[in-house]
């Protein structure tokens, strides 16, 4: 940890995901959350933990982490990621299946300039566990703005053979490789095409880097239960489209499914509209 530091510092939000989680659950899949660790002058000092997302091997959680970068210091964190088992007790995390985990230099994170893709292992990285961890960093400023939105779909394609769709929608920035990263999930609205999801506030820092004009990518997708979301369409824009003081005429936008539209060609329209209640 610090210690006395007193050389150059900056702020840096880390983003995690993972791919092919080991799936310890019977009847189901994994129930992931990871849990991040840097490394003190004798042991490692838990820094907090992402939320819990169900019946998923591939997930991108959306709680971040805010860490100081300390240029002329070698920081050590640790990702290790659970299959919560017990919701009562959620912090013992002798009450979870470890599902492995993968330490890292912050450094590596902040000069990659993409990505740091790292396998999960064994506790004290002695055995592959299978799977691997996706850590992005980011520098970033002190949030001056904070966005609220408010988000709403119709005519939505439907999904569910006996019903309708039970939609929700994930919100992810660009970054400066091309990939986007998720930085909102809503809550899924039960056997609808039209949904109205609840408003939510952040800071524009962590919505879009605090840049008016970085693309943001709004996908759509219908809710399963055994984590296998159907994708029902997806949209572009920056922020500026949408926000009115900044000039923005944006008020809706056509979802599109990319494998849809390749199927019905010319015919194809959009699978349903995504709409701006507010923006402020």
Same mark, same amino acid.
């Given at each position: &940890? ?14 995690? %995901? ?11 899949? %994994? ?13 490692? @000092? ?9 019946? /998923?091997? /591939? ?31 959620? #912090? ?24 740091? #893709?790292?396998?999960? &292992? ?6 592959? *566990? ?9 520098? @970033?400023?002190? %949030?001056?703005?904070? @966005? /609220? *939105? ?5 005519? !939505? ?32 609205? &039960? ?10 506030? &952040? ?5 879009? %880097? ?42 809706? !936008?056509?979802?599109? /499914?990319?494998? @849809? ?20």
């Amino acid at each position: &940890m610090a210690g006395g530091y007193d050389g150059p510092v900056t702020k840096v939000e880390l983003y995690i %995901s993972c791919t092919k989680l080991i799936n310890t659950d019977v009847f189901s899949k %994994s129930d992931p959350f990871a849990v991040l660790y840097e490394r003190g002058r004798k042991d490692w @000092i838990k820094l907090g933990k992402t939320e819990v997302i169900y019946d /998923n091997l /591939n997930p991108k959680f959306t709680k971040t982490f805010v860490v100081d970068y300390r240029f002329e210091e070698i920081q050590h964190f640790k990702v290790s990621l659970y299959d919560l088992d017990d919701k009562v007790n959620m #912090d013992n995390l002798e009450k979870h299946d470890f599902l492995g985990e993968a330490e890292f230099k912050l450094a590596d994170v902040v000069t990659a300039g993409k990505v740091l #893709d790292k396998p999960l &292992m064994k506790h004290q990285g002695s055995q592959k *566990m299978g799977g691997f961890v996706h850590i992005t960093g980011e520098e @970033i400023e002190e %949030s001056k703005f904070d @966005i /609220n *939105m408010k988000l709403y779909a119709n005519k !939505l394609d439907k999904k569910d053979f006996f019903g309708k769709s039970d939609p929700f929608v994930e919100i992810a920035k660009a970054q400066k490789d091309g990939t986007f990263t998720v930085v909102h999930r809503s809550q899924p609205i &039960m056997k609808t095409l039209d949904p109205t999801w609840n408003e939510f506030t &952040m800071p524009m820092q962590k919505l879009c %880097s605090g840049e008016w004009d970085r693309q943001l990518q709004f996908t759509v997708f219908d809710w399963n239960k055994s984590g296998d979301h159907e994708l029902i369409g997806k949209a572009t824009c920056k922020l500026r489209d949408v926000i009115k003081e900044k000039g923005g005429t944006i008020t809706q !936008l056509d979802l599109v /499914n990319p494998s @849809i539209k390749a199927k019905k060609g010319h015919k194809y329209h959009n699978s349903g509209i995504l709409g701006f209640h507010h923006v402020r």
